[in-house]
């Protein structure tokens, strides 16, 4: 059973620019979450997709969107970067999807950072 | 809104000595419970995970959490600890009939000396 992939491992970007992250979900899961992990600090959540569609947002501004494609693998895509946006980016795919409390397995993360 | 609380951003132990990890949530309505750990450079492993079933949950590498709801803890322990589980260690609650999405604490870092 593959586990959860992102991709890139690590990445360098300057103030303003966009940036695109990817995260293949582990096998039989459906849907994806979203974790941003600043230095020294908690994973906090960004969003969750289920089939397709976001199933819930964290206290994260517009410029934060996402996909999620019909083989439940998904983008994390920030736009407009900021400094603070220089973080771990964790995915992380469970089984189900509203309501439910399967347990989520987390990707390695790809490492941003903004200058 | 939920949060979680961990106590101790850095306990440090000997190598065969216990491993106490303090956590405590806020939520009146007990909610899902998780331990994750992260080791440097990597993603979260689950160690263990408590839904409403036994108030003592084991998990792997032999940790294990006991919920306790009068006290709104679920604090981790090892009876003896190996160098390698030097880590990080989140607790994290998800609030039922919520997404599922998963608000963590800020961590603590689990230093083991020889």
């Known amino acids: 059973e593959t586990g959860v992939t992102q991709s890139p491992t690590h990445l360098i970007k300057t103030r303003g620019q966009q940036v695109t992250l990817r995260c293949s979900s582990q096998?039989?899961?459906?849907?994806v979450s979203w974790y941003q992990q600043a230095l020294g600090q908690g994973p906090q959540f960004i969003f969750q997709y289920y089939r397709e569609e976001e199933n819930g947002r964290g206290n994260f501004p517009p410029r934060f969107s996402g996909l999620q494609f019909p083989n439940y693998s998904s983008e994390l895509n920030v736009n407009a970067l900021e400094l603070d946006d220089s973080a771990l980016y964790l995915c992380a795919s469970s089984r189900g999807g509203a309501g439910t409390q399967e347990t989520q397995y987390f990707g390695p993360g790809t490492r941003l950072l903004v200058l | 809104a939920q949060s979680v609380t961990q106590l101790g951003s850095h306990v440090s132990v000997s190598e065969g000595a216990l491993v106490l990890l303090r956590c405590n949530y806020s939520s009146s309505v007990p909610p899902y419970l998780f331990w994750y750990v992260q080791y440097p450079n990597q993603g979260l492993q689950l160690l263990l995970k408590y839904t409403s079933a036994a108030t003592l949950v084991k998990g792997i590498n032999g940790f294990e959490a006991e919920f306790k709801k009068s006290e709104t803890s679920f604090h981790l322990t090892k009876p003896s600890a190996h160098m390698s589980d030097a880590a990080e260690y989140f607790c994290?609650?998800?609030?039922?009939?919520?997404?599922?999405?998963?608000?963590f604490g800020k961590g603590t870092k689990l230093s083991v000396k020889p």
């Open positions: 994290a609650v998800s609030d039922r009939g919520s997404q599922g999405n998963l608000i």
């Open positions: 096998s039989g899961h459906n849907t």
